[in-house]
């Protein structure tokens, strides 16, 4: 089983529509948590990081259940420029685990 | 700090020979992380270093592969022997230590990534 789990899409999506992610860990004793978002053939950037009482950046919402082991993120009013593939990552003794991504596209 | 430096940026090699790739972290960052990516997967850990000690392999990383970090500053990565099933992009992170209030503690920062395509 892999440690972090995600539906990798592609989301198709229009402009200025909501769209939600999710994820799952397996390793109950994970530390941290975070999203980060990758665009074609470049390296992984750091979106956000996950807190228990959840989170929000802008546009962007983290939310984290520990109890379910599961992981979200939510996009209001999606830009074009949104458009890339959205990583999980799950923290555990000092060993960072991603997720495979999700793809979004976000159409005009 | 101009962030995580990777060279090269891209390697084409034959099958059977050596290559070697160099990471340099954020200078403040004591833990330098080793990732390989192939396309439509996520990064997937190979090694991590604090300071000058390798402190995790995976076990899925063969011994053609070995990377060090000698002076805890940069690291390097290198694949002997290299196969097609190689080819993939590296990529190197780096962090600080959970201990120490730093920007980035306990958070990757990646570099560029080196290409690596075994033909």
């Known amino acids: 089983r892999k440690e972090v789990e995600q539906d990798p899409g592609p989301f198709n999506v229009p402009e200025g529509a909501t769209v939600a992610f999710n994820c799952t860990y397996s390793?109950?004793?994970?530390?941290?948590f975070f999203w980060y978002r990758q665009d074609c053939r470049k390296e992984p950037k750091l979106l956000m990081s996950v807190y228990s009482s959840g989170n929000e950046d802008g546009r962007f919402t983290a939310q984290l259940n520990r109890a379910s082991q599961y992981i979200s993120l939510l996009i209001r009013d999606s830009k074009l420029s949104d458009s890339a593939t959205y990583l999980c990552v799950v923290n555990g003794f000092n060993k960072f685990y991603f997720g495979s991504g999700t793809k979004l596209n976000v159409k005009p | 700090d101009t962030g995580v430096s990777q060279d090269p940026r891209h390697k084409i090699t034959k099958r059977g020979q050596n290559v070697t790739f160099r990471c340099d972290p954020i200078s403040e960052h004591n833990r330098l992380y080793w990732y390989r990516q192939t396309l439509g997967q996520g990064p997937e850990f190979l090694t991590y270093?604090?300071?000058?000690?390798?402190?995790?392999k995976s076990r899925l990383l063969s011994d053609r592969f070995s990377a060090e970090r000698p002076k805890g500053s940069f690291s390097t990565l290198e694949i002997q022997r290299t196969e097609q099933g190689d080819s993939a992009m590296y990529l190197c992170a780096s962090s600080s230590m959970g201990g120490q209030i730093l920007p980035g503690a306990n958070v990757l920062t990646f570099g560029a990534g080196s290409r690596l395509t075994v033909l």
């Open positions: 390793n109950s004793a994970s530390q941290s």
């Open positions: 270093f604090q300071n000058e000690a390798q402190l995790e």
